[in-house]
């Protein structure tokens, strides 16, 4: 199996798109905020240094996985969390 594609073993990244935007909305205080997979900092309202650690903490604890640093520096937008989301769960 590649990569690219889903596993059996846990959610699909899409499937995954409605918990983590319940994520974003608690901890940015935006509860009509709606995330798409090209949503980024600079689109999101309130989405700073910050918050950013407060929301990634919020998806390792609700998950129960870590993310290093070098994985959390390539991820440009909401889909590419949600792809390497994926790839976590399926690895527990």
């Known amino acids: ?3 690219d594609e889903p596993s059996s073993e846990g959610p699909s990244s899409d499937a995954l798109l409605p918990e983590v ?3 974003f909305r608690d901890v940015l205080d935006e509860p009509d905020l709606e ?3 090209a949503s980024n900092a600079e689109t999101v309202d309130d989405w700073d240094s910050l918050s ?3 929301l990634m903490v919020a998806i390792e604890k609700r998950y129960k996985v870590k ?3 070098g994985e959390l520096d390539k ?3 909401i889909g590419d969390l949600l792809d ?3 790839k976590k ?3 527990k």
Do not use: D, G
Request: aromatic fraction near 8%.
């Open 52 to 54: 950013h650690v407060n």
């Open 89 to 91: 769960i399926a690895a």
């Open 35 to 37: 995330l798409t997979r």
């Open 1 to 3: 199996m590649s990569f």
């Open 67 to 69: 993310f290093s640093l």
């Open 21 to 23: 935007q319940e994520i």
């Open 84 to 86: 390497l989301l994926e």
């Open 75 to 77: 991820l440009k937008h």
